[in-house]
């Protein structure tokens, strides 16, 4: 499936030359600029240090993140996380709680946090109530079986209905890298206020 570059560049083609003459073009500045946020969007909505282990230190990862091609495809939307079977899951983030319950005979608990990420954990038994406030660290339920072969909780993370991240990134020290601007054809006036 063509991308919205790839169609702007085989539409683009002045005089019907081949496409390797078409790569010179710059997009329109629109479209570099819709790039420009949308780069910048994850590192502005999950800040570094925000965030902690809801194992309550690093856990080795049984199943990575993969998520699917398209949103209704199947895939990996979290990770899963060596765990103690009755070991304490602790919130990722501050925020608030939107969902805890059973779901698919699972125990699922789902925070809010502020710019709109959301975390979940499974399969727990909640210790929260949907509408609880809870701070990082806090511990919002106990681990049972039934996710893995080994006692494993699986964390989500997603930032809008059907964008995933990979929860991962949440922990990890980030490192902000400048490119010149040039390099994607930016002007600073490009970039949305």
Known sequence: MPTVLSRWLMRSRPGGRPLHHARKMRPPAQLRAALAAVLLLPLASTPPGDFSWPTGSPAPVIAPFAPP????????????????????????????????????????VS????????????PLEPAVQRGDTVAGGQVIGRLVAGHCAEPCLHLGARTGPEQYIDPLGLFAERRLRLLPAGSLGLRLSDVPA
């Open 69 to 108: 091609p398209v949103p209704w495809a199947s895939g990996h939307r979290g990770v899963d996380l060596a765990f103690v079977e009755g070991g304490a899951v602790l919130a990722a983030g501050a925020g608030t709680v939107v969902f805890a319950g059973q779901l698919a005979g699972r125990g699922v």
């Open 111 to 122: 925070i809010e946090h502020t710019g709109g990420l959301r975390t979940t954990y499974e």
